[in-house]
């Protein structure tokens, strides 16, 4: 089974949007090693020092053998983890932890 990690964050400032690549985020740690809260601290003090509103997100997908109709398998995502985090000046607007992405994700993808 392999893992791929997506982690990234939009802080919409006032001048305009500024993408955060996800190494500026993790600091030196492991994708793998990047918990929820850690993220959710990330996005919170980011809002506080720009002043708006911040997106955070992360997601696991984890690739493997999925049987498919005609009895053979497709190597593929068979199971994924999103977890979404908007802060606003330091109040934390919204968590979610879901399934696939949804909605709420697409403005700032």
Same mark, same amino acid.
């Given at each position: +089974?392999?893992?791929?990690? $997506?982690?990234? &964050? *939009?802080?919409?400032?006032?001048?305009?949007?500024?993408?955060?690549?996800?190494? #500026?985020?993790?600091?030196?740690?492991?994708? &793998?090693?990047?918990? #929820?809260?850690?993220? &959710?601290?990330?996005? =919170? @003090?980011?809002?506080? *020092?720009? #002043?708006?509103? !911040?997106?955070?997100? +992360?997601? *696991? @997908?984890?690739?493997?053998? &999925? $049987?498919?109709?005609?009895?053979?398998?497709?190597?593929? !995502? !068979? $199971?994924?983890?999103?977890?979404?985090?908007?802060? @606003?000046? %330091?109040? @934390?607007?919204? *968590? #979610? =932890?879901?399934? =696939?992405? $949804?909605?709420?994700? %697409?403005?700032?993808?």
């Amino acid at each position: +089974m392999d893992l791929e990690y $997506n982690i990234s &964050a *939009r802080i919409l400032a006032k001048g305009g949007t500024i993408a955060v690549p996800a190494g #500026e985020i993790l600091q030196g740690i492991a994708p &793998a090693d990047l918990t #929820e809260d850690a993220l &959710a601290f990330f996005c =919170r @003090e980011a809002s506080i *020092r720009h #002043e708006c509103k !911040v997106y955070a997100w +992360m997601d *696991r @997908e984890e690739y493997g053998n &999925a $049987n498919v109709f005609n009895g053979g398998s497709d190597y593929e !995502v !068979v $199971n994924e983890v999103c977890f979404l985090c908007v802060c @606003e000046c %330091g109040k @934390e607007l919204l *968590r #979610e =932890r879901t399934d =696939r992405w $949804n909605d709420k994700i %697409g403005g700032v993808l």
